[in-house]
C-alpha cells in the first residue's frame, strides 16, 4: 500500500439487524452474524519493523532476498568437495586462511583439498560438504576425517528457510516478537500495517463512581468495568480511549457517544444495556442510534446491544462485571479482531476432566470461572453469582459448558479455555 492512507468506509448502519421473528439466538449463531457484519476499518501506516510489535499486517510481507541468502556452513569444522572423497579415512591437505561468518574465504578451494570453515561462513567455492571439527584430527598441514561423509553435510541451502519472493507473512497476520525477527532477517525494514483499531471505553449508571480513589456513599460502588475493558483492549494492542463514565441520563450518554464516534473505531459500553426502565444505552440507541438487541442463549450475559452510532460499531456490554468480562471476552474479542484487521479469532480450548459436579438444563450455553488444579482438572469458582468479581480473578480461565443439557460429575471431559487462549493479561 503506498499513498495517502485508505480509510475503509464505516459500517452500514443496519448491519446488525436480526431477522423478523427471531427470539434467542445461540451463541454460534451470534457469534456468525457480528462475522458477517463487520468489516475492518481502520487504514494502513508504514512503521518501522522493530516498532511493529502487535500490529497487523496490512500487506503480505514477500522476501525480497533469500535466507541464507548463500549456503553456509552450520558447523565448526572443515569443508571440501564432496566428489573428491570417499570410504574410509581421508587426508586432505588445508589451504591457507579459513571461511568465518563476516569473513567470506578470499578465492577458491581446489577439489581435493579443505579449508577450515566456522558457523555461519559461506560455503567457498569448491566447498559443498562440511565435516564436524569433533570428527577430524589436524596437522602438518593436512586434516584427516573417517570417510564416507553424505553429501552436503553440516550445510545449509541458500533460501532453505525462506526463499527470495515467497510470501514471509500474509496480510492480516499479528506480528509477534518472532516476526519481527523473520521480517527483519529478511531485511525488511519496515511494514505495512493497519492503523491500531481506537476502542473507546464508556461507563453508565447512576450508581457508579468513576475513579477507585474517590470517595463513594453506601449506594455507589466503583467502576470496575472501566479499568477492565481498556486493560483489555491494550493488552489486545489496540489503543484504548477512555470515554469516562456517564451517569443514566441520556442526553449525557449522547454526547459521550458522539465523541467516542469521532475519536474511535468502535464503542464498548457497559450497564444500562438490557430492556428495563433504568436501561438508558439500550433505549438511547434505540432511538437515535440502530439498536440491535441480540437476545443471545448465553450465560452469564442479558441482551448485548449491538448498535452504530454514526456509523461506528458500539457494544452494549452488561454493567455486572462478569457478564462484562465474558461478553468482552466472547463477543467482543473477535469483533475488535476483524475491525482491526487481523481477521475473526476464536479461542483455542482444550478438554480436561471436571474436578466439580453439574447438572445444566438444556437452552444457554455457560461459561464458568474455572482454573486447573495440580491434578489438571478443572475447577470452577464456588459461586456462579454474576456480582463475584473476585472469582474473575480467582479464575484462570472458563469453562464452557454447551448449549445442551450436560450432566458433569468429577472426570467428565470439560471445555476449559484458559484467559491466555483470549489474549488476556
Ligand atoms: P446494569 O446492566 O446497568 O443493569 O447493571 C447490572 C449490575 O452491574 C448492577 O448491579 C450495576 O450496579 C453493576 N454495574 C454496572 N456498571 C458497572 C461498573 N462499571 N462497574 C461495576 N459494576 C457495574
Ligand atoms: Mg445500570
Not at 566447498?127 to 598441514?141: K, R, S
Not at 477507585?212 to 472501566?226: E, F, T, V
Not at 459436579?357 to 488444579?373: F, I, M, Q
Not at 463475584?388 to 476449559?416: H, N, Q
Request: aromatic share 6%.
Amino acid at each position: 500500500m503506498t499513498g495517502a492512507p485508505l480509510t475503509p468506509p464505516r459500517l452500514r448502519d443496519d448491519c446488525f439487524a436480526m431477522p423478523q421473528g427471531v427470539d434467542w439466538v445461540p451463541v454460534q449463531d451470534a457469534l456468525s452474524r457480528l462475522r458477517a457484519a463487520l468489516h475492518p476499518v481502520t487504514g494502513a501506516e508504514t512503521v518501522p519493523t522493530h516498532a511493529a510489535r502487535g500490529r497487523v499486517l496490512a500487506d503480505d510481507a514477500i522476501a525480497t532476498r533469500s535466507n541464507p541468502p548463500r549456503p553456509n556452513s552450520a558447523v565448526d569444522g572443515y569443508g571440501f568437495a564432496h566428489a573428491a572423497t570417499g570410504v574410509g579415512v581421508m587426508r586432505l591437505p588445508l589451504v591457507q586462511g579459513r571461511a568465518a561468518a563476516g569473513q567470506p574465504f578470499d578465492g577458491a578451494v581446489a577439489s581435493g583439498e579443505a579449508v577450515r570453515i566456522l558457523t555461519g561462513a559461506i560455503l567457498p567455492d569448491g566447498v559443498d560438504t562440511v565435516v564436524l571439527e569433533e570428527d577430524c584430527a589436524t596437522g602438518a598441514g593436512h586434516v584427516a576425517f573417517d570417510g564416507p561423509i553424505r553429501p552436503r553435510a553440516n550445510t545449509r541451502k541458500a533460501g532453505e528457510d525462506v526463499a527470495e519472493g515467497q510470501l514471509a507473512l500474509p496480510a492480516g497476520h499479528r506480528l509477534r516478537a518472532p516476526d519481527l525477527a523473520l521480517l527483519s532477517a529478511l531485511g525488511l525494514g519496515q511494514v505495512t500495517v493497519f492503523r491500531p483499531l481506537r476502542v473507546g471505553v464508556l461507563s453508565t449508571g447512576d450508581e457508579i463512581i468513576a475513579e477507585p480513589g474517590a470517595p463513594a456513599l453506601p449506594h455507589q460502588i466503583w467502576d470496575a468495568n472501566r479499568p477492565m475493558l481498556l486493560a483489555l483492549a491494550s493488552g489486545w494492542d489496540y489503543a484504548p480511549v477512555d470515554l469516562g463514565h456517564v451517569n443514566d441520563d441520556p442526553a449525557a450518554i449522547a454526547a459521550r457517544l458522539d465523541a467516542g464516534a469521532r475519536d474511535c473505531d468502535v464503542v464498548l459500553t457497559s450497564g444500562g444495556a438490557s430492556a428495563g426502565d433504568e436501561d438508558h444505552v439500550s433505549a438511547l440507541l434505540r432511538a437515535r442510534g440502530t439498536l440491535s438487541a441480540w437476545r443471545i442463549a448465553l450465560k452469564p450475559g442479558r441482551p448485548l446491544a449491538l448498535a452504530t452510532w454514526n456509523g461506528v460499531p458500539v457494544f452494549g456490554l452488561p454493567g455486572n462485571p462478569v457478564a462484562a468480562l465474558v461478553c468482552a471476552l466472547i463477543f467482543a474479542r473477535p469483533a475488535l479482531s476483524l475491525l482491526a484487521g487481523a481477521g475473526w479469532v476464536a479461542p483455542q480450548g482444550f478438554a480436561a476432566p471436571a474436578a466439580f459436579s453439574k447438572r445444566k438444563k438444556p437452552g444457554r450455553r455457560e461459561y464458568l470461572r474455572a482454573r486447573l488444579n495440580n491434578a489438571g482438572h478443572a475447577e470452577v469458582f464456588a459461586s456462579e453469582g454474576s456480582g463475584r468479581i473476585s472469582g474473575l480473578s480467582w479464575a484462570t480461565g472458563l469453562v464452557e459448558l454447551p448449549d445442551g443439557a450436560a450432566d458433569i460429575t468429577p472426570g467428565t471431559p470439560v471445555r476449559f479455555i484458559p484467559y491466555e487462549a483470549f489474549g488476556l493479561r
